[in-house]
């Protein structure tokens, strides 16, 4: 009988003490701005191909949107909305830089890549955007 109970008074400990430590929208929010950032200073350490690290981009930026209240106007806010405002039209970023013909590197693409996202957050469709480097950083 004295286990059962030692197993339940533990049982309740450790639910109280998480929900002591819930993070707030704002923390999570930080988390997924640190985690685009990161990824954005080391593209192939977080993804295995441009294509990749943008789908991974573009789902975090959507989490986003979502976390402050503006999913629903993904078209006018966010990467979608950034897309269009640049002539990419339905397409991503990576799939029309492959397609222009033009021979391309991976390296290459993943450096064009992340100059495109930097300037996506510093665009007005990038909402409470991430503190990003300046372009001579990259």
């Not at 959507?62 to 339905?90: C, K, N, P, V, W």
């Amino acid at each position: 009988m004295l286990t059962v109970l030692n197993q339940f008074d533990s049982s309740i400990s450790l639910r109280h003490s998480t929900r002591n430590n819930m993070r707030t929208i704002a923390d999570v929010k930080r988390y997924i701005d640190s985690g685009l950032l990161n990824a954005l200073d080391r593209p192939d350490m977080y993804a295995s191909s441009p294509e990749c690290l943008e789908q991974l981009l573009s789902l975090q930026d959507r989490m986003r949107l979502e976390i402050i209240g503006l999913d629903r106007y993904q078209h006018e806010f966010g990467y979608t909305a950034y897309l269009m405002s640049q002539g990419y039209g339905a397409a991503n970023f990576c799939y029309r830089q492959c397609e222009s013909g033009e021979s391309i590197t991976k390296a290459e693409l993943f450096a064009r890549l992340v100059q495109f996202w930097r300037e996506y957050f510093r665009s007005e469709y990038c909402v409470e955007h991430p503190q990003v480097q300046a372009d001579d950083e990259t």
